[in-house]
């Protein structure tokens, strides 16, 4: 080996691994902690049970709000704020760009309920996007378990999860167009 090479080996290379972009690294580390989710949200944030959200490919921005309101108390569920009590910001931003970056799965909805709920759901996607897939602080809402959706309407209709925008939106909607809507974004 000549000094040329020595010298590329000792002041190059680790140039090289030192300027890796870093929202690669951040979802790597998110990956990581993401061990701690998988067994409620699933292998790479497909969840089996409708009770726990699907991640996979969910704004990474509305992730980070979630996260962090969890950890504040302002959204309630006792296995999510527990879990969330131990992360530090680094942790929630790297797990947000972990699944957000992830391919988007589709939990499905009962057919007749969901050609119900598209008729309904023209309303929603100026906020959540023309496709249901979400954009920033509005989450994705296609391929969600219905279960889940329906249940999170409820919690903004009845106030114990809070949001300006959904609760007025849904203040005067029946009950069974919830089912019929979640269905429809379900089946995305
Ligand atoms: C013991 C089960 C459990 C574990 C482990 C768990 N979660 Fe959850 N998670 C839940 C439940 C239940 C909900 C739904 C809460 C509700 O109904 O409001 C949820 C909701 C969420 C939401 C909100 C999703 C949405 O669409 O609004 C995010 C984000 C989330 N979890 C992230 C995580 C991350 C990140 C981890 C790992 C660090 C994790 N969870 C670990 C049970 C769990
Ligand atoms: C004016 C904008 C706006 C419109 C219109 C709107 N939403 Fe939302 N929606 C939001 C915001 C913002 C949030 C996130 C609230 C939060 O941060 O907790 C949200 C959250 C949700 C959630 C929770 C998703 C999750 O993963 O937990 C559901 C379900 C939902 N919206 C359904 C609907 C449906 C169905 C409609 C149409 C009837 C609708 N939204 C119309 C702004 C809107």
């Not at 000549?2 to 002041?11: E, G, M, V």
């Not at 140039?15 to 972009?21: E, G, I, Q, R």
């Not at 790479?44 to 490919?57: D, F, H, I, V, Y």
């Not at 296995?79 to 760009?97: G, K, R, V």
Request: aromatic share 8%; charged share 15%; hydrophobic share 40%.
């Amino acid at each position: 080996m000549n000094s040329l090479q020595q010298a590329f080996i000792l002041f190059f290379l680790p140039a090289v691994f030192l300027t890796l972009p870093v929202s690669a690294a951040d979802s790597a580390a998110g990956e990581q902690k993401a061990n701690s989710c998988a067994g409620c949200h699933g292998q790479k944030g497909s969840s089996t049970n409708a009770q726990w959200p699907n991640l996979a490919a969910q704004q990474s921005t509305y992730l980070v709000n979630q996260l962090k309101a969890f950890k504040a108390g302002d959204r309630i569920n006792p296995m999510m704020q527990s879990m969330a009590a131990n992360l530090a910001n680094d942790d929630i931003n790297n797990l947000a760009a972990y699944f957000s970056s992830l391919a988007p799965v589709k939990a499905g909805g009962n057919p007749a309920l969901a050609k119900t709920g598209e008729s309904k759901a023209a309303m929603c996607l100026g906020c959540h996007g023309a496709t249901a897939g979400g954009n920033g602080q509005f989450p994705r809402l296609a391929g969600q378990h219905p279960d889940y959706l329906e249940q999170q309407l409820k919690a903004f209709k009845d106030g114990s999860r809070k949001s300006g925008p959904m609760q007025a939106i849904i203040a005067n909607m029946p009950e069974t167009d919830f089912k019929a809507l979640a269905a429809y974004f379900g089946s995305l």
